[in-house]
């Protein structure tokens, strides 16, 4: 479980070591399975081949997979020459960055009841003032970070202007090792920051049981279907055309609009999922004319059923199968809006959002 497992990513070998060792005394566990979290040298090797570090948001996605939960901790060098030209990696802070970034996604998007990243420095004494303003003020880290996703800049920028809003996702603390190279003060400073996370790991997880969350719907319920109307004469309906003149049932659909009618929840939503992606995908571009640029509406008006696991469901597929597209929008009701806005991971998707009133 990955709530006993800890990321541990430092070049000092025996200050490695050393500091598996308390890990494994305390009945905890470093990673070893996947090498982009466990193998500082073939980090290194992977950041020569590519020039960049997907990798690493890759394999922290396939940790969360495997473990089903965050690590209880990441360890990791605050500063790391990887040999990268100085535009790319200007302070050599490329390793924290990335962790920082996919720690911010992870937490954002997933539902898990411990969302939390514990963050640990391993660092020299001339960063002790760096790290206690981290430690005092978490936001104050995330000063000039910026990626290509709007949706997430905002998140940074709530973040950066927000210390108890820094404080919901990262927890930071560091270890320190001086001309000596003495491991001893850092192994017993661990020992005692496990200590702290467990409590506040407790606290969270207590605080967390008691928010009102939307509640997931159970039940098997048919998979919603999809409906878009083409003309005041044709629709499309679940893979077929229908001509529906002369039909005032289907009058209250807009054209270039795709309708999702019936149950969209947490039991079916990979179903209702991969039928959205296979229209917009598959379909629309012989419907009509269709570029990345393209506005492309979807209404999850009252027609729609949706629960607390419909926003989780969204944001996977919106950042995945869809993400290319630039101009999706959700319209919603005041009702689902609710719903939505109550669920973990709404703030990624606010902004594709237009409430209707």
Do not use: W
Not at 109 to 134: A, C, Q, R, W
Not at 192 to 218: A, D, F, R, V
């Amino acid at each position: 479980m990955a709530e006993k497992k800890c990321i541990l990513l430092t070049k000092h070998k025996r200050l490695h070591t050393a500091l598996s060792q308390a890990i494994k005394q305390k009945r905890l566990q470093c990673e070893t399975e996947i090498s982009s979290l466990s193998n500082i040298d073939h980090i290194a090797r992977m950041i020569k081949l590519t020039k960049n570090t997907s990798f690493l948001r890759d394999a922290y996605s396939e940790f969360l997979k495997q473990n089903n939960s965050t690590p209880l901790c990441v360890i990791l060098d605050y500063r790391i020459d990887f040999g990268l030209p100085i535009q790319m990696d200007p302070d050599q802070m490329k390793l924290v960055r990335t962790f920082l970034i996919s720690s911010l996604i992870v937490n954002d998007m997933t539902d898990l009841e411990y969302n939390l990243t514990n963050m640990i420095f391993v660092g020299s004494p001339v960063h002790l003032k760096h790290f206690e303003k981290y430690k005092s003020e978490p936001e104050s880290i995330f000063k000039g970070i910026e990626t290509d996703t709007q949706k997430l800049n905002l998140l940074l920028e709530k973040i950066r202007n927000n210390r108890e809003e820094a404080r919901k996702y990262f927890y930071f603390d560091y270890l320190i090792i001086d001309e000596r190279n003495d491991v001893f003060p850092a192994v017993k400073k661990l020992e005692e920051i496990i200590e702290t996370i467990h409590i506040n790991k407790q606290k969270l997880i207590n605080k967390e049981k008691t928010k009102h969350q939307t509640e997931i719907i159970s039940g098997q319920y048919d998979a919603a279907k999809v409906l878009y109307k083409l003309s005041a004469f044709r629709l499309y309906l679940e893979g077929k055309i229908y001509n529906i003149e002369n039909n005032p049932k289907f009058d209250k659909y807009e054209e270039n609009i795709i309708y999702i009618i019936g149950h969209y929840v947490h039991n079916n939503c990979n179903e209702v999922n991969k039928k959205i992606e296979k229209f917009i995908i598959e379909y629309l571009p012989k419907l009509r004319k269709l570029s990345l640029d393209t506005d492309i509406n979807i209404s999850l008006n009252s027609h729609t059923i949706i629960d607390g696991g419909v926003t989780h469901g969204l944001n996977i597929l919106l950042s995945t199968k869809l993400k290319d597209f630039k101009n999706i929008r959700l319209i919603t009701s005041p009702v689902n809006y609710s719903k939505m806005e109550r669920s973990p991971g709404f703030i990624f998707l606010k902004n594709y959002i237009f409430k209707k009133l």
